[in-house]
Structure formats: C-alpha cells, structure tokens
C-alpha cells in the first residue's frame, strides 16, 4: 500500500474500501490523537516531555520492526495485523521507518492511518484496530505507558464486544471524546519490595490510594492468569474516579510461588495472601481489600469503587 495523492499533498489517512480522505478532526471523533515531533531531537524540543507529563507516560521503551533483522517478522506481523484491542492507550512515537495503524470508524469501516517519522499516534483504550509495516517494512518505535506495561492484545470477538473498556469507547464515541484530556488518575511503580515503604510514604494520605499486586509482565504479558483476567474489571473501575492514586507492584514469578518468606507476605501490613490484591490504603493503613477471586467478580469490584472510594 502506497499514501494516497490528492490535490498535490500526501494523504495521512484513508478509507481503505475507496481511499476518500479522512481529516484529523475525523480521527479526533475516534478518540485518535496524533502530534508531529522532531524525531531527532524530541528531547531538547520537549513536547514529548510535556506530552508524557500531562497524560501520565511514566514507561518507555525503543522496539525495531525490520525484515532483515526482526526474528519471525512474519509470525509477528500476523498477530499485528489480527484486529484486537487493548485495555489501555496504545502510545507510539515513530523515531525512524513507517507503517500503517488500521482503525474501525464510526461504522465499523476501515480506517488507515500512515504514520511516518515523527509522528506520535495515541489510540484510545477499546477501540478495534491492528498495524503493518508499508513497502520498507522497517519502523524503529517508541511505546509509551502509564506504570508498568502491558501489552497484551485481545482478538475481536463477541466476548470483546461486552468488555467494560470496549463499552465505554463506545459510549465516548456517541457523547464525543474530550481533546487531548488528561488522566486524573496518577500511576506509580514499585520496582521492587525493598523500595515499597518509601513509595507509600510519598503518597500516604492522598485520595483514593490504591495499592495493587500482580504478577509481573513479559512482553506485556502477565505469568498471573488471574491477574489477566482481572485487569479490565479494575481498570473500568479505576476509569469512575475523578481523582486517585494507583501504586502497582508487580511480582516476579520466581521467588514468590510457593515461598511464604516473601517480602510482601511477611509484611506487617501488606500480609500478602494470594495475587491479584488490590487495597484501599488509608492514613494509617489498609483499609479495605479485594482479594484473588474477588478482583475478578464485576459486582465484588463494581461495589469496592461505588462504596468505599471517593468520587
């Protein structure tokens, strides 16, 4: 697929089934934000740095997409190119080579967007979409997140259609997406144990505190199935407050099965039982918990933000 020429300028994006052009203000309706940055020297130019700063990006990363040099490129193209969505904003600074993000429009159509170097393209948690490299198969990306990554790709399905997080795209879609909003939630990562109270201490009394442990990531992917199967339940939760604070700790797989001398088992406060645990942390200590099984039952954590958060 090659950019489409109308009038004399390049087109940035398109609809696939007749390459009508499609205007930014299109994209803005679908939630799709994009900025144009200096690729060579974003950190000196700062928009990036503003950029992260407003909406929370507090994890980046560089990944390299290349024929000649990316192991299984074809294997992995394909589970890019498999329309899916993600329970987060999907953040990608495109620092060198291009490719082509697909996003479905207001009608279920198909909408292709070429980004190109220097271009930063946010797409909203929920909507469907996929990506492909163009003819130089070769793009150099910086991924973005709020916390700790995680990347993991749900394939459309019926079972995607009824996820809190696709509902309320939709439900954006219809009543019109904030520009450029910022988050209201905070989201801070607890490297390891050793550094979990100073973490709290910095926090200790602000509203809606949260503290969650969960399994750690590898490519975005969570070795806690629970932990998994929790997450959209949560984040539709942590999505109703107007106001809060999300402390995650995640926890190595290695070193924590099967080992009751964790360090957040033996914990005076914490008392680790099992994983998912998310706490409501006051002044002086935990204050409510759902715990395991319970993260995962949508009354159980519908009734923990209603009840016992502050909206």
């Known amino acids: 697929y090659q950019r489409r020429v109308r009038g004399g300028k390049m087109v940035k994006a398109f609809l696939l089934s007749n390459s009508q052009p499609v205007s930014n203000s299109e994209l803005d309706s679908l939630g799709v ?8 020297n974003y950190e000196s130019e700062g928009k990036l740095k503003k950029i992260c700063e407003e909406r929370g990006y507090t994890y980046k990363d560089v990944v390299h997409i290349q024929n000649t040099v990316t192991p299984d490129y074809e294997a992995k193209l394909k589970i890019f190119f498999t329309e899916h969505l993600h329970l987060d904003e999907e953040i990608r600074f495109f620092l060198d080579g291009s490719g082509y993000f697909d996003v479905r ?33 070769y793009a150099k990306v910086m991924r973005l ?24 795209y939709l439900s954006c879609l219809k009543n019109q997406f904030p520009k450029k909003a910022k988050f209201s939630i905070k989201r801070v990562t607890v490297s390891s144990p050793a550094n979990f109270d100073t973490t709290l201490e910095k926090y200790l009394g602000r509203k809606n505190l949260l503290v969650l442990f969960k399994g750690s990531t590898t490519n975005g992917v969570s070795w806690c199935p629970d932990c998994t199967k929790a997450e959209p339940l949560i984040e539709e939760g942590l999505s109703s407050l107007s106001e809060g604070t999300l402390i995650e700790c995640p926890i190595e797989r290695e070193g924590y099965k ?12 914490i008392q680790l039982k099992a994983i998912p645990t998310l706490i409501h942390w006051g002044k002086v200590g935990p204050r409510a918990s759902l715990v395991e099984d319970q993260c ?15 909206h």
């Open 33 to 40: 934000l994009q900025w144009k940055l200096d690729a060579d």
């Open 105 to 137: 429009g207001e009608t279920d159509e198909w909408i292709r967007i070429h980004c190109e170097k220097g271009d930063l393209i946010i797409l909203p948690a929920g909507i469907y979409h996929r990506f492909i490299t163009d003819d130089k198969h």
């Open 145 to 168: 997140f709020v916390g700790e990554p995680v990347w993991t790709p749900y394939n459309r399905g019926t079972d995607t259609d009824k996820f809190p997080i696709r509902e309320k």
């Open 258 to 269: 099967g080992n009751p001398d964790h360090p957040y088992r033996k914990h005076k406060k």
């Open 296 to 310: 995962a039952d949508p009354a159980k954590v519908k009734d923990f933000f209603e009840s016992v958060l502050e």
